[in-house]
């Protein structure tokens, strides 16, 4: 597995250009520069570039981050996964919080784990208020997070704004995400590249919790995570 971030930090140290490296490659054109967009690598790719740089795969994993060695993930237990940045409303002017229930995305008094809630949207009832707040606009509602496997990233108690998405192929791995499975469970983790590319990783972020290897094909509905949302009313 190859992060585009790591790997551009390896093309600049070497003053590279994303069209030299294609053509070292020897793949099309705009082949690598969709790949880094989308941090989607085919196994194919990967292979040329454990070939032609090896010394990419050998320098990253002297990081105390994951290791990698020719596509493949190597659980590392010092790595830490990043924290988003929690958005406090009481700093936002005006405050964007708003009972009303035309203003906004709406707030439901439930957490995503609920099984309570079939389809959002479905239950206008449990809508306590909204939320107008750049950034969250594409979400379709504000839950709560609870538990403590994404604890320190996501605080039980936390809202998070859930943006649908409807293409599993396009997934911007190392980001949180709210998945539900086809067997019902639901969960919110940091979706990383698996093995193979039918397969996820569902990493949390509290190093208690083991991650879970999850095929695609398992996922029912799939929601990108926005926040955390904290002091939403004070």
């Not at 990419?56 to 790595?79: C, D, H, M, V």
């Not at 009303?100 to 449990?126: C, H, L, M, W």
Request: aromatic share 12%; charged share 25%.
């Amino acid at each position: 597995m190859i992060y585009s971030e790591e790997f551009m930090k390896f093309l600049e140290a070497n003053k590279w250009s994303i069209n030299s490296v294609e053509r070292q490659l020897s793949v099309g054109n705009g082949t690598l520069l969709k790949a880094l967009k989308t941090e989607t690598f085919s196994n194919s790719l990967e292979s040329k570039i454990s070939e032609i740089f090896p010394n990419f795969f050998t320098e990253f994993a002297q990081k105390s981050k994951p290791r990698f060695k020719l596509g493949i993930f190597q659980r590392n237990p010092n790595y830490v996964e990043p924290h988003p940045q929690p958005v406090f409303l009481r700093d936002e002017a005006p405050v964007p919080y708003t009972t009303k229930r035309s203003s906004g995305v709406p707030i439901y008094n439930t957490d995503f784990t609920a099984g309570d809630i079939a389809q959002f949207g479905d239950e206008p009832e449990k809508v306590i208020g909204h939320i107008d707040l750049n950034g969250f606009r594409k979400c379709i509602a504000f839950v709560y997070i609870k538990g403590s496997s994404m604890y320190p990233a996501f605080v039980a108690g936390d809202l998070i704004g859930i943006e649908p998405i409807s293409d599993f192929e396009i997934i911007e791995f190392g980001q949180p995400y709210g998945i539900i499975t086809t067997n019902g469970q639901r969960m919110v983790k940091i979706i990383r590249k698996g093995e193979t590319s039918d397969m996820v990783i569902l990493k949390s972020v509290n190093p208690e919790y083991d991650p879970i290897d999850l095929p695609k094909n398992k996922i029912s509905k799939l929601f990108k995570v926005h926040g955390p949302v904290r002091d939403q009313w004070q």
